[in-house]
């Protein structure tokens, strides 16, 4: 098993930034893939940035040009920088890893992300 949590989320004005961070623990051998979801009220959780463990990302064309994934293999961390955020990113985020992007396995409770207008 792995245990994710997330934290950073808030509330932020149209246009300001946000970082959202998660830490890993457990069986992190299983860890591969480690990414950020997000699921707005009244819709699916969909797919907003996922990251390998080599390095190589992929992005939601939502959010490419604003929003950047890392991740620290040493500390089992994942980030999320979020910048020149809209009200339509308002959601409640979650960290998601897995041995590969398609196939998350592990989920963490969330952190709510509030942007206004």
């Known amino acids: 098993q792995v245990q994710l949590v997330e934290s950073g989320g808030g509330l932020v004005q149209a246009g300001g930034s946000l970082r959202l961070s998660c830490v890993a623990s457990g069986s992190i051998f299983s860890i591969r893939a480690m990414g950020w979801y997000r699921q707005a009220p009244g819709k699916q959780r969909v797919l907003v940035a996922t990251i390998t463990q080599t390095g190589t990302t992929n992005y939601a064309d939502s959010v490419k040009g604003r929003f950047t994934i890392s991740r620290d293999n040493a500390k089992n961390t994942v980030d999320l920088q979020m910048n020149s955020l809209k009200p339509e990113d308002t959601a409640v985020y979650y960290c998601?890893?897995?041995?590969?992007?398609?196939?998350?396995?592990?989920w963490g409770q969330g952190t709510q992300v509030t942007v206004s207008s």
């Open positions: 998601a890893s897995g041995l590969i992007a398609a196939a998350m396995k592990f």
